[in-house]
């Protein structure tokens, strides 16, 4: 059922991520900075976050991905990621989108969606909410605070316009994550229900997606892969512990473990 | 000794709580941002974070509590604040203060007082030092930072004045806890003193009183009883760890864990 | 081959921090504001975090030390710092700098350099590619985002150039950490590979420095000390935990457990 050559991809790109060690620029939200710099040290990859119109384009030329997130965004922030986002256009810096809230409120939508005209962006990463909030006008507000209302199979649609409209691969986390680039279309079904017991899950996702899209030139293969080993070490860090300190915890523990058996015999993605 | 009718209103309330998950909207300070969101969704509720003047207004009408926290304040976001608060007031939905650090410096003890001033605040809640500050010119100053320097007993008056004066419940908390909203009046006496070997205690305790003021109309009660909540969630996390940082961690894993025998018996709220 | 009387100072200077609990206020960057704020509770010091213009000058008179780091600086955030440490240098309050990915970008080298030539610093920690590019024009762009790709041993020409032109101490942290102040010169073999595997260790060394440098007038003392404090904490975590969630933890728990007897055994402090 789970595509052996997928998991052995997973492997090899996450060999690769701790072997070269890649710069990942974050212009990120200031809940999830630590916990995301942390969990890309335990993944293997250099995390950097930097925010000032006056650095940032500096900075994501020494950077081998870009991770953009508008979970606490104000005017300036958001003008420092368009500003990063066309830098790293220019470079050849693969950019990736995680549009946090987006459809909660007119101003988180609005940008959004100015990025994805703005910059190319490889990857867009949401829940269902926000992903569809990126192109259908007629479920906005529908997104509770951060926190999805929709299941991934009603924004599995609006995934295949966007991708299209944007050339972009797009990537929908739930309980089983969906990605598709507008041609190939997977589904992964590693994770724990824990993960949604604590913060940051998804931005944590999708900063490991850059550090993936750092190393795999393919961003479809680079999503589906970080997806699958991401959630993998939320099942195993799930077993170590129920409650969500500690397995908040355990869960940068286990993005640092897990090793090639766990990979080649545990990741779920399917075709 | 202690009140068997407010145990089991605080039981009832973290039951609601977990079972409504209320979007709490807080607009707090850098430091506490990660652990207070975490510290939400441990106790059931939902967390979000936004500041930007563009969308705290839009933010707010889908929270059912607002929280204004000025631990590292700015004039922007006091901006954010208040307008948000106003918002807030409009819809009916419940807000409250922690005056972090006022009395400490001119700039914090006058953004407190404003707030108060402009917003109708259900709660507030902060140390000796704080309360006395935001009433009282002459003891300006002894605040320590942002710890106190005062005993809740030399906090009791001003309390009760502020809460006739604003009209609304405030919340003294130290060894034990007094609440008091002019005309009733409460003592906690949950709590470790390991929870002031940790940062932002006093900001996870207001985030808490925050998601319990979204399901209890009663400012006073929602303040009682989540005060006894996190009060016996910290003891619980004493007991198996002696140390901060692993302290932290059992702290979120008991709000998790606690269930209605824990809160029955060991809820201490004195009339 | 260790410094016996080095290693009771260390002692006696952790021992005051834990009785006198100097405030220490920090302007530092919003990764790691929470876990430096944890750290300095851990040690037994005050922390506060304040950075808005309006109020930086009161605050930093309540302090007993003041810390300076440009993790994630912008425009206004370096005003702050410079306003603070002005008046630090009025009132005679210690402060250290923690030039946090100098010599990535031009930004960040200007803004380090110009707060050395503004402020009077007691004490500047950094990487071996954060000193050099204080120093040497030639060899900028080399800092990776934060990390270093210089050795302590290439750094410490300049560290000593560093801090006869700035009559500062110049502590380079690396394997192993070497400190001078121009006439003096140590290093510190306390520390542990594992440091390196979570974010903000550099940081919290120098959040660490601040709360030595507030109880020790001599700033090469201080700094020697509170690196084999820190740095021996860092062993005795990587002893309980080999993955980087749990360590990060424990080493909360370390700085806090740490006594006489592992103090006057542990530190590895040469002259």
Redesign the interface.
């Known amino acids: 059922m789970y595509n052996a050559e997928m998991a052995r991809r997973a492997w090899e790109n996450l060999k690769t991520v701790r072997t070269k060690r890649p710069?990942v620029?974050n212009i990120t939200?200031?809940?999830?900075?630590?916990?995301t710099?942390?969990a890309l040290?335990?993944c293997g990859a250099?995390?950097?976050?930097?925010?000032?119109l006056?650095?940032v384009e500096?900075?994501v030329t020494?950077?081998q991905a870009l991770v953009l997130n508008i979970?606490?965004?104000?005017?300036t922030w958001v003008e420092a990621m368009i500003k990063a986002g066309k830098r790293a256009n220019i470079s050849g810096i693969p950019v990736i989108l995680d549009p946090v809230?987006s459809g909660?409120?007119?101003?988180?939508t609005d940008t959004a969606r100015s990025i994805l005209e703005e910059v190319s962006v490889k990857v867009v990463r949401g829940n269902p909410s926000e992903i569809i909030s990126l192109y259908d006008d007629t479920s906005e507000?529908k997104t509770?605070?951060?926190?999805a209302v929709h299941t991934v199979e009603h924004a599995q649609e609006v995934a295949l316009h966007l991708s299209k409209k944007f050339k972009t691969t797009v990537a929908i986390t739930g309980a089983v994550d969906l990605v598709t680039d507008g041609e190939r279309q997977c589904r992964i079904y590693n994770g724990h229900a824990m993960m949604g017991?604590?913060?940051?899950t998804g931005c944590t996702a999708t900063a490991i997606m850059g550090a993936f899209l750092a190393v795999d030139e393919d961003p479809f293969m680079a999503s589906c892969t970080s997806l699958a080993y991401f959630g993998l070490a939320g099942e195993k860090a799930a077993e170590k512990?129920g409650?969500?300190?500690?397995f908040?915890?355990?869960?940068?523990?286990?993005l640092?473990?897990i090793g090639e058996e766990d990979i080649i015999q545990g990741a779920k993605i399917a075709i």
């Open positions: 710069l620029h939200n200031y809940v999830v900075m630590n916990y710099a942390n040290l335990s250099s995390p950097v976050m930097a925010h000032a006056e650095e500096e900075m020494l950077a979970g606490t965004l104000s005017r809230g909660a409120t007119r101003f988180r507000s509770k605070g951060v926190d017991s604590i913060t940051g512990s409650s969500p300190g500690s908040q915890i355990a869960l940068l523990d286990t640092y473990e």
